[in-house]
């Protein structure tokens, strides 16, 4: 497996986001337009952030993850967060531990930047991303944040990095 560094706007990134947001819109119904949160290229751009696409040995992409920098902000995060995004595994890759490699590059990553907890929203139709998180040593946020902070299926978690 080979895990690179690629732009937000790489065309495997974007494939693979509209992928992800496709399968949002499967597990939430045809009213969810998958994941609405304002993202731009320029957030995961190092050293505030980090875009990742784990490749085959013959290039083809089955997972994604990035982190992107987050401070003190009306949508509920703090002072040095690293929030977690666009983790996706393709259905033919799943339970090879590529999002679990992903996750480690991305939390080594923005602990060298200098973040000090990397922050998560997900579903609580995702169990197999909550599982994912909570034996990597994730807990449930004492407060909701983000874009989706006031939904009732909004599940958010926290990591300390130091």
């Not at 751009?45 to 490749?55: C, D, K, S, T």
């Not at 982190?67 to 003190?72: P, S």
């Not at 890759?93 to 939390?107: D, K, N, P, Q, S």
């Amino acid at each position: 497996m080979n895990i690179r560094k690629v732009g937000f706007d790489h065309p495997d990134a974007v494939r693979l986001s509209n992928e992800v947001l496709l399968e949002y819109v499967e597990r939430y119904g045809p009213e969810d337009n998958g994941d609405a949160t304002p993202l731009d290229p320029s957030m995961f751009a190092p050293p505030l952030g980090l875009f990742l696409i784990a490749y085959d040995e013959a290039g083809e992409p089955l997972a994604t993850g990035g982190w992107r920098a987050q401070d003190d902000n009306p949508e509920g995060y703090a002072d040095g967060d690293a929030e977690l995004k666009r983790m996706y595994v393709v259905p033919q890759a799943r339970g090879r531990g590529l999002a679990r490699r992903i996750l480690a590059a991305l939390e080594d990553d923005a602990k060298i930047a200098g973040r000090t907890r990397m922050v998560l929203s997900t579903g609580s139709e995702q169990p197999e991303a909550i599982a994912l998180y909570a034996s990597s040593g994730y807990s449930p946020a004492p407060t909701t944040f983000g874009h989706y902070r006031h939904h009732e299926d909004v599940r958010c978690f926290a990591k300390p990095l130091a």
